[in-house]
């Protein structure tokens, strides 16, 4: 899990950036993602993207500066997504308006 603090919030050009280079297992080559280790029956070889609990189709415009905290789930941890978690999942949970 990637967690991020106010003091030490180094500077992220998008979410792939944050993303990149942080997980292992994980890769990242442009705005695609491929968690390695994981195959699937669907065509596409992208992760489930959950954020804030709520499953989205694409991060593209999440600022890297209202990420709270960043964890990738694979194999049996995914089970719980069924069938969409079998290519991962990547949890992203933003700040509030409090933090």
């Given at each position: 899990m990637?967690?991020i603090?106010?003091?030490v919030?180094?500077?992220?050009?998008?979410?792939?950036?944050?993303?990149?280079?942080?997980?292992?297992?994980?890769?990242?080559s442009?705005?695609?993602?491929?968690?390695?280790?994981?195959?699937?029956l669907?065509i596409?070889?992208?992760?489930?993207?959950?954020?804030?609990?709520?499953?989205?189709?694409?991060?593209?415009?999440i600022?890297p500066?209202?990420?709270?905290s960043?964890?990738v789930?694979?194999?049996p941890?995914?089970?719980?997504?069924?069938?969409r978690g079998?290519?991962?999942?990547?949890l992203i949970?933003?700040r509030?308006?409090?933090?």
């Amino acid at each position: 899990m990637l967690n991020i603090k106010d003091s030490v919030v180094p500077v992220y050009q998008d979410i792939y950036d944050m993303i990149r280079g942080r997980f292992p297992g994980v890769e990242v080559s442009g705005k695609s993602i491929k968690i390695r280790g994981t195959t699937s029956l669907n065509i596409s070889t992208e992760p489930l993207f959950v954020v804030d609990g709520v499953i989205v189709s694409s991060v593209d415009d999440i600022a890297p500066e209202t990420v709270k905290s960043i964890e990738v789930l694979k194999g049996p941890d995914a089970t719980a997504y069924g069938i969409r978690g079998s290519n991962g999942v990547i949890l992203i949970t933003r700040r509030t308006g409090k933090e």
